[in-house]
């Protein structure tokens, strides 16, 4: 079966930049999406198709998708994006997670 | 706005069928393709499979023997079954549906989730 292979954990500085990355055979054939989860809530889509952002995310998070890996970028990262962010692809029928990074700001 | 909510019991014995159900507010549960998500005790987010409103699914390969997912038109809502539960199922369950309409490349809406606890 398919598998996505993230970092288990990033950390940044606010204000600095914060890379992801979520590694898949021949990702960039397939459209990729994120996830952000803070403590106790829902996921939240981030980005989907690659590098388009949903209504009311902010335009500090961007994603990029070629290769073999898909990055998810925050530019200028604030305290609030401190959570857990999953990829996500889809191949054969089937729904795939990467294992999910966690994100701290320092 | 279109809004989820899991419902069912929170808890269920070990070796039975664990049933949540899933309404959809706000929207229609045609024209879209809708999933289940669990996620286990400090664990990362687990894909169980999804449904289309004609009753067309997809399973996770690792759950395909024990789940059964359908949907209900005329209540907007779909549900999952998850038979021989064991402890390693106790997870909180997320409903979410697929955008654009018609595809499942990516969960655009969130349930809030509901927590099942397998007992022995």
């Known amino acids: 079966s398919y598998e996505l292979t993230q970092p288990p954990s990033v950390s940044v500085s606010p204000g600095q930049t914060a890379t992801i990355t979520c590694s898949g055979d021949?990702?960039?054939?397939?459209?990729a999406c994120w996830y952000q989860q803070k403590p106790g809530q829902s996921p939240v889509l981030v980005i989907f198709?690659?590098?388009k952002r949903p209504s009311g995310i902010p335009e500090r998070f961007s994603g990029s998708n070629s290769g073999n890996t898909a990055t998810l970028t925050i530019s200028g990262t604030q305290a609030v994006d401190e959570a857990d962010y999953y990829c996500q692809a889809w191949d054969s029928s089937a729904v795939v997670f990467g294992g999910g990074t966690r994100l701290t700001v320092l | 706005q279109v809004q989820l909510q899991e419902s069912g019991p929170g808890l269920v014995k070990a070796s039975e069928t664990l049933s949540l159900t899933c309404t959809v507010f706000g929207d229609s549960i045609s024209s879209y393709y809708w999933s289940w998500v669990r996620q286990s005790p400090g664990k990362g987010l687990e894909w169980i499979g999804y449904?289309?409103?004609?009753?067309?699914?997809s399973y996770s390969p690792s759950l395909k023997s024990r789940v059964t997912m359908s949907a209900d038109t005329s209540k907007n809502q779909f549900s999952l079954k998850v038979s021989s539960v064991t402890a390693t199922d106790t997870a909180v369950y997320y409903c979410a549906r697929h955008d654009p309409p018609g595809t499942t490349l990516a969960m655009d809406v969130w349930g809030q989730g509901t927590t099942v606890t397998v007992s022995s």
């Open positions: 021949k990702l960039g054939d397939y459209y």
């Open positions: 449904i289309y409103h004609s009753g067309s699914t």
């Open positions: 198709q690659d590098d």
